[in-house]
């Protein structure tokens, strides 16, 4: 199984800046997809950024412009730069990896925790 671990999360105010990472941890793992989504109170988990392995990138349209997500696949660390800042941003972020795992090449699907964005007006 693989174990996503987020940081960076925390209080801002409008037009600042932040940047989230997500290392991730597993026997015999090859992450194929790393990204992020995000969740605010009373609304559904959405997508906010993803990267493939080899460097493929899609955004939301509601961050194109302002988040950057990059990829380390030698630490199998993903992060997310976070830019102008909107009070909209503010929500739970997630960490997200797919990918296959063992000899048997299993497909498997992992969240982190999730750590807390808030954008103060």
């Known amino acids: 199984q693989v174990q996503l671990v987020e940081s960076g999360g925390g209080l801002v105010q409008a037009g600042g800046s932040l940047r989230l990472s997500c290392a991730a941890s597993g026997r015999a793992s090859r992450i194929n997809t790393m990204g992020w989504y995000r969740q605010a109170p009373g609304k559904q988990r959405e997508l906010v950024a993803t990267i493939t392995s080899g460097g493929s990138t899609n955004y939301a349209d509601s961050v194109k412009g302002r988040f950057t997500v990059s990829r380390d696949n030698a630490k199998n660390t993903v992060y997310l730069q976070m830019n102008s800042l909107k009070p909209e941003d503010t929500a739970v972020y997630y960490c997200?990896?797919?990918?296959?795992?063992?000899?048997?090449?299993?497909?498997?699907?992992?969240w982190g925790q999730g750590t807390q964005v808030t954008v103060s007006f």
């Open positions: 997200n990896a797919e990918g296959t795992t063992g000899i048997s090449f299993s497909k498997f699907g992992s």
